[in-house]
């Protein structure tokens, strides 16, 4: 009896490891999918498309070299004078250095920004913090210099 006990709570225990790996593989690469999806849209010019991998509140905070900015539309209007043109924003490249949880539905990623652009490239750190909103991966939070 004691053996069986012992084969079901492994089995149990594997099932339960696997499907937490699933579902944290599953999460990073929708993550990972909306950081492509603003590379493109961004390299694109296009800062209302780059913005959607954003969460569309006022409660949404942006922190950079100029100090915090609050809301959504601050941080897109953040962008569009510091990029006023498809020059000023470039080709944009992310490297993933870490997604890890951080707590229920939500995730950190840290990770460098490169922009290639005829004013001058222009290379960074950030930290950005995911949360699943209405089942879409949202950006409620970035710091980035």
């Not at 004078?81 to 944009?92: C, E, V």
């Not at 990623?109 to 930290?127: I, S």
């Amino acid at each position: 009896m004691n053996r069986r006990l012992f084969l079901c709570c492994f089995c149990f225990f594997i099932t339960a490891i696997s499907l937490a790996q699933s579902s944290f593989d599953r999460d990073k690469a929708a993550i990972i999918q909306v950081m492509e999806d603003q590379s493109k849209a961004w390299s694109a010019h296009d800062l209302e498309g780059f913005m959607a991998g954003y969460w569309k509140s006022d409660s949404l905070k942006f922190y950079g070299s100029g100090g915090l900015v609050k809301g959504w539309q601050a941080t897109l209007d953040r962008y569009k004078k510091s990029y006023p043109t498809a020059d000023h924003s470039g080709t944009l490249k992310f490297t993933i250095d870490d997604v890890s949880p951080a707590g229920t539905d939500s995730y950190t990623v840290m990770g460098r920004y490169h922009l290639t652009r005829k004013v001058g490239d222009a290379n960074g750190v950030f930290l950005v913090v995911f949360r699943k909103i209405n089942g879409q991966w949202k950006i409620v939070a970035d710091m980035s210099c």
